[in-house]
């Protein structure tokens, strides 16, 4: 059984695909063992992204572990991941439009074998973990995103995700509201909000959450999906750029889902069937 759908897993790979460059064979003989197809590597790689299971489980005879931990680290190097979730949110603003006058931000997962990005984290009796800053439209659709340890206060986090963000959808409007939770109820926040001419809903430290959630229920939902993926859930990779791989690899998954349930109404050609459910 797949592990995902053929409408989220087809036009993914169309793309990852075309952004590949062409394998060159630099081997003096040529008699050694045929490359491996990325087709095949890539489906292992999705297969580990959403269950979070290690290399040496999903390996068989078709492909073994040590080829997608080299493919995995080479796709990285290129930032192919960063690319596929770019063309996905471009995908998404020319067929439903992204609303970028609202902004919303903040997760801290675990990393058990730690990492360039590691750190303690304060909500897990001092274990591994990691943060990750993800920048969302008004809908959810994710934008920005910055990995840092957990240990990392959440302010200094703000301006690297909206350069994020703002190199995937380009120009930002006049007027943008950014909605932020307690954790970036500081000075240097809104010194960074007031430079950038952005206004900012921030929730005040020592009142309750609930009643001051305003619109960043968006950006949890981003969150929970994301944290849908094994391999976010539960980080185990220790080079920074494989992180951050995976990362965006997951939240072009999740504007492509999100492409697909809102477009799929819009688009529809007479009678043509609806898209079976995405689970």
Not at 36 to 61: C, K, Q
Not at 95 to 116: D, N, R, V, Y
Request: proline share 6%; with cysteine.
């Amino acid at each position: 059984m797949p592990v995902l759908p053929s409408c989220l897993l087809e036009p993914l790979w169309d793309q990852f695909a075309a952004l590949l460059p062409e394998h060159v064979d630099t081997h003096p003989l040529g008699c050694h063992n045929p490359r491996i197809p990325d087709r095949i590597v890539f489906e292992r790689v999705i297969a580990a992204l959403v269950h979070g299971s290690g290399y040496e489980r999903i390996a068989d005879r078709q492909c073994s572990d040590r080829t997608i931990r080299r493919r995995v680290k080479y796709w990285s190097q290129l930032g192919m991941a960063e690319q596929v979730h770019g063309l996905a949110v471009q995908a998404y603003d020319r067929m439903i439009g992204l609303q970028l006058h609202e902004l919303s931000f903040g997760c801290i997962t675990k990393a058990p074998c730690g990492g360039e990005r590691a750190g303690r984290s304060p909500v897990d009796r001092g274990k591994q973990g990691l943060k990750r800053s993800v920048a969302t439209e008004a809908r959810g659709v994710p934008m920005g995103l910055v990995s840092a340890g957990a240990n990392r206060h959440d302010s200094p986090l703000l301006v690297p995700t909206l350069e994020a963000a703002k190199k995937q959808v380009g120009v930002f409007p006049e007027q943008v509201n950014v909605n932020l939770d307690r954790g970036y109820d500081s000075g240097k926040t809104r010194a960074a909000l007031e430079e950038l001419g952005f206004t900012g809903e921030i929730a005040r430290k020592g009142l309750p959450a609930p009643i001051q959630a305003g619109k960043r229920w968006v950006v949890e939902r981003s969150h929970a999906w994301m944290n849908g993926f094994g391999k976010l859930r539960r980080c185990t990779e220790k080079r920074q750029c494989v992180g951050d791989f995976y990362l965006y690899l997951s939240a072009a998954m999740v504007t492509l889902r999100m492409l697909i349930r809102r477009a799929t109404p819009l688009y529809r050609v007479g009678r043509r069937p609806a898209t079976k459910r995405l689970e």
